[in-house]
């Protein structure tokens, strides 16, 4: 089946730690974007990227950083710098960034203990 | 600024009591309109993209259309299986490929 998967599905990290979530997408899509989900608000855009080993900043990208090395794999690392790293992280992928729509995978939830 | 809002933050049905989810925005060169579904816990869905104004689509018991100003997803006599977040969002002029979403209205559809 065609589609994007994301994991784990919940993640537990304690203060001070690095953790890396994974995207991975088989539908052959170029532009691949990570948004994160909080209660109440609108998703908002951390990082994106167009192009293999090329990507871009979003609107809330401190404390987080990202890779690009294969077509298929969008990797989020969030690391001790966010200040508050609780929320719902989703990965999404379109086949072209200027029209086409974006396809989301399931969502990591990540609890900062 | 591009800008989405969307009303109400939530909405309770009968069912069969049909109903519209409205989405103000405000974008520099609308590159397309979304409307997701997403369920508690789980990744948005993708439903309608509306490119310009008049445009209309359908989806079973949904209908989205599109204005310079707004967008509505009409809900025909819905039953409790719609309950979810609908998320509204917009891509501008720019060639990121971003989408602005609003906050989502969340629907509560009871038998």
């Known amino acids: 089946d065609g589609g994007i998967t994301q994991s784990p599905k919940y993640l537990f990290r304690k203060e001070g730690q690095n953790v890396t979530l994974s995207c991975e997408q088989n539908?052959?899509?170029?532009?691949m974007y990570w948004y994160r989900q909080d209660p109440g608000q609108g998703l908002r855009l951390i990082y994106y990227?167009?192009?293999?080993?090329?990507?871009q900043k979003g609107d809330i990208a401190e404390g987080y950083s990202v890779s690009r090395e294969k077509k298929e794999s969008f990797p989020l690392t969030v690391t001790s710098a966010q200040k508050n790293p609780t929320a719902f992280y989703l990965c999404a992928s379109n086949p072209q960034s200027s029209t086409d729509t974006q396809y989301f995978g399931p969502g990591t939830r990540l609890t900062v203990l | 600024e591009d800008q989405v809002t969307q009303s109400p933050e939530a909405l309770r049905l009968q069912e069969g009591e049909s109903s519209s989810l409205n989405c103000s925005y405000t974008?520099?060169?609308?590159?397309?309109l979304f409307w997701y579904r997403q369920d508690p816990g789980k990744g948005p869905e993708f439903l309608f993209t509306l490119y310009s104004a008049g445009e209309e689509k359908e989806k079973e018991r949904l209908k989205a259309t599109l204005t310079k100003k707004e967008s509505f997803l009409h809900i025909t006599a819905p039953k409790p299986e719609d309950s979810a977040t609908y998320l509204c969002a917009v891509r501008g002029s720019s060639n990121t490929g971003k989408l602005i979403f609003g906050q989502g209205t969340t629907l509560q559809v009871k038998p």
């Open positions: 974008v520099s060169g609308l590159r397309g």
């Open positions: 990227s167009q192009i293999v080993n090329d990507f």
């Open positions: 539908l052959n899509h170029d532009a």
